[in-house]
């Protein structure tokens, strides 16, 4: 039973389109993270968010949109895709914002752009 | 602002070799800290975590001990497998705020 999942697994697509990004968490957990991971394995935080709530939102461009359902759903759109956008996305999750807990990962979505 | 800075890789080892990554933070108060691995192709999986000073996590044979004196969370290892081969991340979490923050990763690959 898959605690953080994620479709589509790979997204192959043309630069200019639109396409999205879902995760799903069945941990109960109350917080969702998005992050973008580089060819050279770096990972940044993208949002987060806490209830339903936006409560981390990095610099990124306002193409990429995150929505939030419910708490254990929380899905990425991007808007007019760019090559640069090309990278591995990874849903994450944790019990709560504060406190010494870990982050559960999905085991995200190759995005390849061309 | 909190950072987490790790050696840089390719460590490249022979089986049963030691093994050792190194580390250090910077932080405001008392972090939690943790190891994720990755393994080709998959997710960031939790390895081993310690919330307070001189606690040690260990899991699969991987410790590391929350050293606050040098600010250094080392990752080690007796004997390592072909199977081990993997990028390995240092973070940390603020307690008591919302940043989890990962270092830059060390990629290890262990050799037959």
């Known amino acids: 039973d898959t605690a953080v999942s994620q479709t589509p697994k790979y997204l192959v697509t043309q630069m200019g389109n639109d396409k999205s990004i879902k995760c799903e968490q069945n941990?109960?957990?109350?917080?969702m993270y998005w992050y973008k991971q580089d060819s050279k394995k770096f990972l940044k935080i993208m949002f987060s968010y806490n209830n339903k709530e936006l409560i981390i939102n990095e610099t990124v461009p306002n193409r990429f949109s995150p929505k939030s359902p419910d708490k254990a759903h929380l899905n990425l759109h991007i808007n007019s895709l760019e090559l640069g956008d090309s990278a591995v996305y990874f849903c994450?999750?944790?019990?709560?914002?504060?406190?010494?807990?870990?982050?559960?990962f999905g085991p995200g979505t190759r995005l390849t752009v061309t | 602002g909190n950072s987490v800075t790790q050696m840089e890789g390719p460590v490249t080892l022979s089986e049963e070799a030691f093994l050792t990554i190194n580390c250090t933070y910077t932080?405001?108060?008392?972090?939690?800290l943790f190891w994720y691995v990755q393994y080709p192709g998959e997710g960031l999986q939790l390895l081993l975590k310690?919330?307070?000073?001189?606690d040690k996590g260990s899991n699969k044979g991987f410790e590391a001990t929350y050293r606050k004196e040098t600010t250094s969370f080392h990752l080690e290892k007796g004997s390592v497998q072909v199977s081990d081969s993997a990028v390995y991340f240092c973070?940390?979490?603020?307690?008591?705020?919302?940043?989890?923050?990962f270092g830059p990763g060390t990629r290890l690959s262990v050799l037959p």
């Open positions: 941990l109960g957990h109350d917080t």
């Open positions: 973070a940390l979490k603020d307690n008591y705020g919302q940043n989890f923050v």
């Open positions: 310690a919330t307070k000073a001189d």
């Open positions: 932080a405001t108060g008392y972090p939690s």
């Open positions: 994450a999750s944790s019990q709560a914002t504060q406190g010494p807990y870990e982050q559960y």
